[in-house]
């Protein structure tokens, strides 16, 4: 039957998992520095054509707790929304995604309070 089947493929799964789990060995990476991902914003400026300030690329990298597709995202969206020119006093903000989730946790606060 289907339900059979079903735990018998789990049941072989977990007797797969184990012998393969015991022949791996977990390693830990940490996340760039601050300066890693100063210098690797630096680099996509250079190669897409562009002048990143240091105190954007500094900000930038703060703001993406050692994230660097974060900060990749950021950048971009720092970029899109100076129109191409970035100057010392561009805002770095984070994705939008971000702006959603920290609207939700907002909102479910509130709701929270009144009720």
Request: hydrophobic share 45%.
């Amino acid at each position: 039957t289907q339900a059979a089947w079903q735990f018998a493929s789990d049941c072989l799964c977990l007797q797969v998992m184990d012998p393969l789990r015991s022949r791996c060995l977990c390693v830990r990476v940490p996340g760039p520095s601050n300066a890693q991902i100063q210098e690797q914003l630096a680099l996509v400026a250079r190669k897409e054509g562009f002048t990143l300030p240091p105190t954007v690329s500094s900000r930038v990298a703060l703001a993406s707790h050692r994230n660097l597709r974060r900060a990749l995202l950021m950048l971009e969206v720092a970029y899109v929304q100076s129109g191409g020119q970035l100057a010392d006093d561009t805002k770095v903000l984070p994705p939008d995604w971000e702006l959603y989730i920290m609207v939700g946790d907002q909102a479910d606060r509130v709701m929270a309070q009144c009720c």
